[in-house]
């Protein structure tokens, strides 16, 4: 019955009815600059020209699409694609090349609504197949390559590098002393409608003189494969209800208000010039420095968030939030929500963006004091810091002492054994001598003029201390004299141990009482100066694993029932992929260490239980067969699924990257089932091969707590404002995958956007147990 599914499916999905037999030609993927190379080749008049039906059409870059999509999906190979493999596998590439030259693919048949399980009247969930995914990845390559270079600095998501971390570290870095701030808030369920779509071809028109590609692209809008909702707060997270080709339309779309604003800060900028810092010494007067603090603009839009954050007054600030609203409405004809759409003060009040909190602060906020305690622990271990280095220094000299009598009685060994005994050519003695006295006279004969300086600069070079002059040391290399100071303080440490002992401790004792006054005393910045920092939704994140039931009302781990049907690494999986997808998306917070403990007791202990649960066990007996990081006795390292102690203890904003915009972890369930066919059907990711093939059925927890809490007036029946909420459509449907991807999936490296949804399977066609 899965065969005649999937001869059914093929079906339905076909491309038309025009088939064509093609010649085999070697096809290699494009690289980067190959492809950026043949879309600047269709530029000519200000335009690019002619894009479908000669570079999106191109075979060269629909592999290149195939490939993305595979590596998109996590896949463990390390061969790229082979066209052959494709054509025979999946579609032929030429076919599809030839279908888009001639302007003939059908957009309707590579298409599958997906409905919800009961059907109350909500829209169906409408989702590409496979080879309709690979044209909308090959022209959302083709509009990167075109847009992606003319996007502002301050426009992220969706963009290669521009992600959520790099606009968390600009608002750290470079945001100072922000005084009002405001969020621009659409309305809910509020769509892309047919007057939308055509002011985006509107502005692509600007750029590409392709009507035919930009009417296939108003098709994806009127069957629905892409549908935006700007009213969403889990916009770019990878979901099955996203279009992959969206995030770049919304930054096309975004892309005028983006240059307005740029505009507003490049001439507020030449409004208030810049001030070095020899002008301000100039600014002094009798009652003190001038503080020098010019109104600034700062902006941040990640995808349809928008933050826009000022340094002047609430009057000036009131008013670009209102000309801001206003080119939104009457240019993009987007329906702004003017009750959640008001500045705040960014000193005393928080904002949420991008799923975080901002707020303005002093540095010692952000770097507060040492405690007593913290400054005792310093002291004991610059101590002992210092205690070792010298127990190294002295174990250095001692091994340069033994060594030294080892040479000296080899070598006595050999003078006594030879009849001539030691020789020498020349005496070294006469020879420095000579060098130190010629360049003695040099000096003295250019530099002095009087013969009284040169009778006391004689004086002084006699003596042998002509290297601490402040004149003779200014003249020489900074190489010579570092040397001649270690080598002074070596001599001093020889000579006179005690003495140089005290200038160590006297020097310790000096740099203590700096760090003391750096850590404890107020400065003229923490009254003046405010930076933004940015902490995770600690509440949202409670309320979320005490939705799902990680906790209890007290909030301590309990275990999860609905998980004791999984194999025990998929428990871990489920468990590993909420800690990692949490850790990389909050690592940049400034109260992640929190999060960490969220993430090292609620989860850890939470999975432990689940796993005593399901083998009748106690939970000492569990962390004795698993151990606290979660890894069984007799596996290897690589078998690490949730993150370990000492990796989560390491964990910080030191190496930031941009995580990929994976969510759902928390949202669903896998659970295996067992088929009585006999041949199992292909993995749904993007162009896997894998053999070890399941089906599993795809539970989502937001509708199991809904179902089970139905009273709306429990908070608890209520899925968190703030996590991902994958479509209903997908409840219960069952989903073939290998080994690898389910891995994959569980983990949250792997989204519903690498895999063709359009298979999914119902739960009435196979026969399951």
Known sequence: MLRNCGVLCRRRFSSGSHSKSFPSIAIEPLSKSDFRALV???????????????????????????????????????????????????????ELSFQLEENRFDVESCCGPLFTEKGKGEEALVLPNLKLTVVI??????????????????????????GRHTAVRYLKNAVRNPTWWFCVKFENKHHFGPRHVDKLCLLLGEKIDDGELIDLIKKLFEFKIIDIDLGV?????????????????MNIYFDSFDQEVQKLRLKRDQQNPKITQDELLVCESDQGRVFYKPLKIFAVRYFNEILIITTGTKNWTLNLKDSAVKFLK?????????????????????IEFMGMELQAVAPSVLRPTLTEKAIRARKKYLRQKEVRLQELKN????NRKVLGMKLLSHVYKKSKQSSKGFEFSFRIEDEVKQIF????????????????????????????????????????PVELVDAFNNFQKQVDVYLNPVKARKELEEEARRREEEDENRYT???????????????????????????????????????LSFLTVLDDANIIKWYGGIARRWLDFYCCCHNFQKVKIVVSYHLRFSCILTLAEKHESTKRETIRHFSKDLNPEGTMQQNYYFPSEREIKAMGDRNLRDPKPVDGSLTLALIGLASLDVDRPRCVAHFCDGNDVSVYRIWLLQQYLQVKNPSPDDESSRWVRGVSWIHDGLHRKCVPLCSHHVSELYLGRLSFQDVDCTRLLSEEGPNYL
């Open 330 to 350: 009457q240019d993009l004809h987007l329906s702004v929500d003017l009750l959640k759409t008001v500045i705040h003060s960014a000193v005393s009040e928080k």
């Open 137 to 162: 990845e090959a022209i959302r390559i083709v509009l990167e390559a075109i847009y992606d270079d003319r996007f502002v600095t301050f426009s992220y998501g969706g963009r290669a590098s521009m």
């Open 395 to 398: 174990a250095r000299e001692r």
């Open 233 to 249: 707060t889990y916009f770019g997270r990878g979901l099955p209800q996203e279009c992959a080709l969206s995030s770049i339309l």
């Open 437 to 476: 006295s010629s360049w003695a006279d040099e000096i003295v004969a250019e530099y002095l003029k009087s013969v009284d300086e040169r009778w006391e600069w004689h004086r002084e070079l006699a003596s042998g201390d002509f290297l601490t002059l402040q004149r003779i040391r200014d003249q020489l």
């Open 40 to 94: 600047r080749s269709h530029y000519s008049g200000g335009k690019f020209r002619n894009l479908l039906r000669s570079v999106v059409n191109s075979p060269s870059l629909l592999l290149t699409a195939c490939e993305n999509l595979r590596r998109n999906g996590s896949d463990s190979r390390n061969s790229p694609l082979d066209a052959e493999y494709v054509s025979s596998n999946f579609f032929s590439i030429q």
């Open 521 to 559: 005393d107020k400065t003229v910045g923490d009254l003046t100066e405010r930076l933004v920092k940015v902490e995770a939704p600690l509440e949202l994140l409670r309320k979320a694993v005490r939705l799902v039931g990680i906790t209890n009302r007290m909030g301590r781990p309990r275990p």
